[in-house]
DNA sequence: GTGTTCAGTTGAACATGTTCAACTGACTGC
DNA sequence: GCAGTCAGTTGAACATGTTCAACTGAACAC
């Protein structure tokens, strides 16, 4: 029964957690929908924030399925950046009520939940294979210097949106979507700018303060 | 005794925060301390945030004191820069290995500590006006399009780098300097070539970016 | 058949943030 | 003087995440 009953665990916390959001969902009520004891979900999810875990494999599989359909479509950098960003504003939007008490789990640096984490290697992954393969299908194409370092960098920039979307408080979340209508268009020119002389020298800057910070 | 209890209660409080960290102080551990009972640390602060939220404030003006002693030195926006945010990584170093603890509990929207809670105003205050002078005693001076908006992105900048710092294991936190020499002299950078013709398109992009989004 | 093992399960126990009804004592109005 | 008020204070009570010793039953060895 052990499969069977994790599964049970996970599809019941998941429920409330999308109903009454993270505080609200006692560790209690999710053994007790699922029709176990309580120190049986800590059997199979080692703490809430392992649960909340799921959730975010969850909802990220469901923005990759909507962000590759739009990458399918083609386009240059900003048409696609713009895309699945806004995919991702979409796929959250049904969580936006909770949202900040998500994000605030997830930013805790030893949470499992942290987009850091070990344990949400299988998200990081999932995301960020979209955002490379978001700028291995751009046309025109990216500056070759730029294609090694900037899939990672836009998945940054998409942690950063999703940042502010946690404290946007406007109506269907308009603000997110103003700011991602600015950035993306913002992030293709600095792009294609940055073959230029003149901006030349502040690319590789980026680019070695990147390498410089990471190890 | 209103008063001095209170006081009792806030530097117990702070001073458990910087031995224990965050999670290991507990409100029974602050009051026992204080010799007081534990509702009354309620009575005088509404909840354990709102403890953390007064170690900030001494954190805060820790930074503007140093960070003043760095701008009386005059510069250029790069030296100024650089200089108050290692003045910052200086002033937060103390409680690094805390730091994490304490951001979690920072961002949390609903958070009392949160920088961007109205319980947070006098420290944001204080923030804010350190990088105002640092932008307007700039010398050669900040374009004059600028001049206005960029006090707070360079906040919003320090967050970021706040952000960074805590999920930087490095001894002395060595990283997050790599990241402020590398981004003091890359933003200063940005400001200036603002004023050249191709990137004067992307510098209003981004001022009006900010507006949009702001509203 | 009998004993052993062990993954899976149970529910009570524990620590901690927070709340609250009750108490204290100084000050006020008369 | 005396009753009343109320800021300040108390400690028990409550809810919740987490831990743990004990139990169950199926699989296995002999």
Do not use: C
């Amino acid at each position: 029964m052990s499969d069977d009953t994790k599964a049970l665990v996970r599809s019941t916390a998941l429920r409330l957690f999308r109903e009454r959001g993270y505080a609200a969902t006692t560790m209690r009520a999710i053994a007790q929908e699922a029709g176990v004891a309580t120190g049986n979900a800590y059997y199979h999810f080692a703490s809430k924030d392992h649960l909340v875990q799921e959730l975010y494999l969850d909802v990220t599989r469901e923005h990759a399925v909507a962000a590759r359909a739009v990458l399918a479509q083609g386009g240059d950098l900003t048409a696609r950046l713009r895309g699945v960003m806004l995919a991702g504003v979409d796929a959250f939007a049904e969580y936006h009520a909770f949202g900040a008490e998500f994000v605030t789990v997830a930013i805790r640096p030893g949470s499992a939940a942290s987009p850091f984490s070990a344990e949400s290697g299988a998200s990081r992954e999932l995301s960020q294979s979209v955002f490379r393969e978001l700028v291995e299908g751009a046309s025109p194409a990216v500056p070759a210097g730029l294609r090694e370092e900037l899939p990672e960098l836009l998945w940054l920039a998409q942690l950063g949106v999703t940042l502010f979307w946690v404290y946007d408080g406007s109506p269907g979340q308009r603000r997110t979507r103003t700011l991602v209508e600015g950035i993306a268009p913002l992030i293709g020119r600095l792009v294609r700018l940055s073959r230029l002389p003149v901006l030349r020298g502040a690319a590789d800057d980026v680019l070695a303060l990147v390498k410089a910070v990471r190890s």
